[in-house]
């Protein structure tokens, strides 16, 4: 009896991190269901470095805001708008992913020339506002696809 209990809750124990793994994937993939606090809440992927999961978290303080998924429904001008993701999708016209986090084309060399000179409305950031350290993250968490891209 007491054998069954523990088997039982040792299946259960089992089964919650599947559950929650299953969850987050599909938070992300479909538009529909973010809102102003899942698009600004830092999503833990599993498959991430050490080094790319810090430049997640200084992607999401530092870059998001500008080039992070726009809601689906947002008012104008009022916390959905992305300026970032607005002017890459006009400039490649949907040849490349608006979203930078889901480019697959990113080197490490672009983004820390992007982020240290700017470009158009985009501020360059100095090493005060952006440790070089926090940079090599970004880029390294912004290129991860291209390794993945079949070629
Ligand atoms: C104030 C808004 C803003 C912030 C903050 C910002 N960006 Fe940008 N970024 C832009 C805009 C707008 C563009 C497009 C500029 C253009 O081409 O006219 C851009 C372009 C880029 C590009 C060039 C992509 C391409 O294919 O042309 C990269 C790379 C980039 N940003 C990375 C970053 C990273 C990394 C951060 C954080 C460290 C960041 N940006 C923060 C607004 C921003």
Same mark, same amino acid.
């Given at each position: *009896?007491?054998?069954?209990? +523990?088997?039982?809750?040792?299946?259960?124990?089992? +089964?919650? !991190?599947?559950?929650?793994?299953?969850?987050?994937?599909?938070?992300?993939?479909?538009?529909?269901?973010?809102? /102003?606090?899942? =698009?600004?809440?830092?999503?833990?992927?599993?498959?991430? /470095?050490?080094?790319?999961?810090?430049? @997640? =978290?200084?992607?999401?303080?530092?870059?998001?805001?500008?080039? #992070?998924?726009?809601?689906?429904?947002?008012?104008?001008?009022?916390? #959905? $708008? *992305?300026?970032?993701?607005?002017? +890459? $999708?006009?400039? &490649?016209?949907?040849?490349? !992913?608006?979203?930078?986090?889901?480019?697959?084309?990113?080197?490490?060399? *672009?983004?820390? &020339? &992007?982020?240290?000179?700017?470009? #158009? =409305? *985009?501020?360059?950031?100095?090493?005060? @506002?952006?440790?070089?350290?926090?940079?090599?993250? =970004?880029?390294? &968490?912004? /290129?991860?696809?291209?390794?993945?891209?079949?070629?």
């Amino acid at each position: *009896m007491r054998a069954a209990a +523990l088997a039982a809750a040792a299946a259960l124990a089992a +089964l919650a !991190p599947l559950a929650s793994q299953a969850e987050a994937p599909e938070l992300s993939a479909n538009p529909e269901r973010s809102s /102003s606090w899942t =698009i600004f809440t830092p999503r833990a992927q599993p498959s991430l /470095s050490a080094e790319q999961r810090r430049g @997640e =978290i200084a992607y999401q303080a530092r870059c998001h805001l500008c080039h #992070g998924r726009e809601a689906q429904g947002a008012t104008p001008g009022f916390g #959905g $708008r *992305m300026a970032g993701t607005e002017a +890459l $999708r006009e400039k &490649y016209q949907g040849k490349k !992913p608006a979203v930078l986090e889901e480019r697959t084309d990113l080197t490490p060399e *672009m983004v820390k &020339y &992007y982020v240290r000179h700017g470009v #158009g =409305i *985009m501020p360059f950031l100095r090493k005060t @506002e952006l440790s070089d350290a926090d940079l090599d993250a =970004i880029a390294a &968490y912004l /290129s991860r696809n291209r390794l993945k891209r079949a070629r």
